[in-house]
């Protein structure tokens, strides 16, 4: 059993917003409900705090529930205690003796919530550190400015809460309230990435993955799906929907019709036509990219700006000014690494011609696109093919279920264009 009651869950950013307040504190409740339902705990709200009460349920299980809800800003295990002073020492020994093991610099904050107290929270907290110190001394050290451990009280009428330090949550806002965004979802590290940084910040998020099969082998298609089911366990209601846009026609017309200079510029201004369209079909105002400046020959400004210029929608990119370090270890928290560097190519990275322009523009992209032969109708018909995935934590989906083949001709294939 456990020495801890309650968890007192704060959700940082969102008391600010005023009006927006009473949604986004639904919208966390909910969340919170959800993502803990598999966990025996009670979720108790007072005046504008949000408590979860602990039962008999594992503190990590806890701990790794709430780590997976946008918006928390830091959350702390407390215990609960008689609001008298006797009982607070009493029970505050118990806690420090518990949690702090190898001696620490120390200091005690009170906060005085029950006004009928006569001494001020500062005389609380001398009345409490004299005879709490008396204990511990062989253990900690005061030192009020630069404190290695904190031991927060917090006296209410009929009780008292004592904790240490405080988790940090992920922080952001609870995904869903700021409506609802088309992630372009390749199997790389940073796109998984950007659409996790989005949900953090409260936009729902859906993906679109381009998949060439069977130009491209079913596992690159596969690793989409996978990663998807990771980043499931932070989207709205833990679903993530992915649209599989079957990209191999127009990926053969590029490939046949562009100049090798041109191939990524169109097939990433064809990559936005679709999402345009897949975009507007299911209600989402924004696409979201995982392109950061300057990390790829296609990813200068130039490219972005030939690019972007087919679509009207507001084009999103989390990791614009991002370092490829600081992407991986937020690839690693979420746990999309090890799925992201298999090596298997997708429509992006298959029979990329060398010598890509890095400074592209829209008019030369126009004089190319114009050798394609009705490309317009090819993207109709491809939004039509879509195939829409409810991704959770809990589904195994295999895409070979679902009329996802690798036919025999993929290998001649590939040797041919190999041979090419
Ligand atoms: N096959 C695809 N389907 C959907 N989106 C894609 C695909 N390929 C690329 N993208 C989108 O274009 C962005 C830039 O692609 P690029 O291949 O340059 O990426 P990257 O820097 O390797 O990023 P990632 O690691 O996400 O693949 C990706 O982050 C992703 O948002």
Not at 48 to 70: C, G, S
Not at 403 to 416: I, P, Q, S, Y
Request: net charge neutral; charged share 25%; glycine share 4%.
């Amino acid at each position: 059993m456990s020495m801890y009651d309650k968890v007192l869950i704060r959700f940082g950013d969102l008391m600010l917003k005023g009006k927006n307040q009473k949604i986004f504190r639904e919208r966390a409740i909910a969340l919170l409900k959800q993502n803990t339902k598999h966990l025996n705990v009670n979720l108790e709200k007072r005046h504008d705090r949000l408590f979860l009460v602990i039962n008999d349920t594992k503190l990590e299980d806890i701990e790794q529930a709430l780590m997976r809800v946008t918006g928390i800003g830091s959350f702390s295990f407390f215990m609960s205690s008689l609001p008298g002073y006797e009982a607070v020492v009493e029970n505050a020994i118990k806690l420090i003796r518990a949690e702090v093991l190898t001696h620490k610099r120390f200091k005690i904050e009170t906060k005085r919530v029950d006004k009928s107290l006569k001494e001020t929270s500062q005389e609380i907290t001398q009345i409490l550190s004299k005879s709490i110190l008396k204990e511990i001394h062989d253990l900690v050290t005061v030192d009020v400015k630069n404190p290695e451990v904190t031991l927060h009280v917090e006296i209410h009428e009929n009780e008292a809460l004592l904790y240490l330090d405080s988790k940090k949550g992920l922080g952001g806002f609870p995904v869903g309230v700021a409506g609802r965004g088309l992630l372009l979802l390749s199997g790389g590290i940073d796109s998984p990435v950007a659409g996790f940084l989005a949900m953090k910040q409260g936009v729902e998020v859906e993906g679109i993955h381009f998949e060439s099969t069977p130009m491209t082998s079913i596992e690159s298609a596969q690793k989409v799906i996978d990663l998807a089911k990771k980043m499931s366990v932070y989207a709205y209601r833990q679903e993530l929907r992915i649209h599989m846009v079957p990209f191999f026609k127009l990926h053969q017309e590029i490939i046949a019709r562009i100049s090798p200079s041109y191939v990524i510029t169109v097939m990433r201004r064809m990559f936005f036509r679709v999402a345009e369209k897949v975009a507007q079909k299911n209600h989402a105002l924004a696409i979201i990219t995982g392109e950061s400046v300057g990390q790829v020959a296609s990813q200068t400004l130039d490219s972005m700006h030939t690019i972007e210029a087919v679509t009207t929608i507001p084009v999103l990119r989390p990791l614009i000014t991002y370092d490829k370090q600081d992407i991986i270890k937020i690839s690693k928290q979420i746990d999309t690494y090890d799925i992201s560097i298999q090596p298997f190519e997708d429509c992006c990275t298959i029979y990329t011609p060398t010598g890509s322009s890095t400074k592209p523009n829209i008019k030369k992209a126009l004089i190319n696109e114009k050798f394609m032969v009705d490309y317009d109708k090819i993207i109709d018909e491809i939004v039509s093919q879509t195939k829409t995935f409810v991704i959770t934590p809990e589904t195994n989906i295999r895409l070979e279920e679902f009329g996802f083949t690798v036919t025999e001709a993929w290998e001649a294939m590939h040797d041919h264009i190999e041979r090419q």
